[in-house]
């Protein structure tokens, strides 16, 4: 499976499901900094990886996968957990770049400026990313994806 | 940031291993895993950072 951009798939999710995620990406950032105040940066920066959106986005997406199959007539379906398993999967390979982006940030910050710093961590981020997810692929080859989506409908 | 990073591979790997199993839905697992994000960020932070 190549990555790909499909404009198409925003306008499948309501703009209340997109306010929801905002919420609660927002309020972790708010916490973050009331703590990193409260408790110093160590304990604020903690709550910067923080999953805040992903339960939300895990059950929208569990919720999609039903509705879609339960139009399609299938009533039982485990589908959507298995969308959201792969969900899970990618933000593992995520969770990869973003601790790379902040060693980078730790690293750089004390030196250089906010401009370079953040520049080096965000292609930090995209290379470590990039480079899980083609390791994975080279793993478990192209078709597993939609092997394990489709294998157990 | 590091440490919170460390821990959520941590909680991606635990909710992708059980959402495959297809036997749990996604709320509970992924609001669940939270208190285990808690606990591995802040073991972390308590041992390496503090």
Not at chain 1, 51 to 77: D, N, W, Y
Not at chain 1, 107 to 133: D, F, I, K, M, Q
Not at chain 2, 17 to 40: C, D, E, Q, S, Y
Request: glycine fraction near 10%.
């Amino acid at each position: 499976m190549g990555i790909s951009f499909h404009l198409s798939v925003l306008r499948k999710t309501k703009w209340s499901e997109y306010a929801l995620r905002f919420l609660f990406g927002g309020a972790v950032s708010v916490l973050a900094v009331v703590l990193a105040k409260q408790f110093g940066p160590s304990v604020g920066g903690l709550f910067l990886a923080f999953p805040a959106i992903f339960p939300a986005s895990a059950t929208l997406i569990e919720k999609h996968e039903q509705q879609k199959k339960a139009r399609a007539g299938i009533q039982v379906t485990i589908r959507g957990r298995q969308a959201v398993a792969l969900d899970a999967a990618g933000a593992a390979l995520g969770s990869l770049g973003l601790a790379a982006f902040a060693l980078v940030v730790w690293r750089l910050l004390p030196e250089h400026g906010a401009g370079t710093t953040l520049s080096a961590a965000l292609a930090a981020w995209l290379a470590v990313s990039l480079a899980g997810w083609n390791i994975r692929k080279l793993t478990y080859g192209e078709g597993l994806n939609r092997k394990r989506v489709s294998s157990r409908d | 940031m590091v440490a919170g990073a460390a821990a959520l591979l941590l909680y991606c790997v635990v909710c992708t291993r059980l959402m495959l199993t297809g036997k749990f839905r996604a709320a509970p697992v992924t609001i669940g895993a939270l208190l285990m994000w808690l606990g591995a960020s802040f073991g972390a932070w308590t041992l390496f950072l503090r």
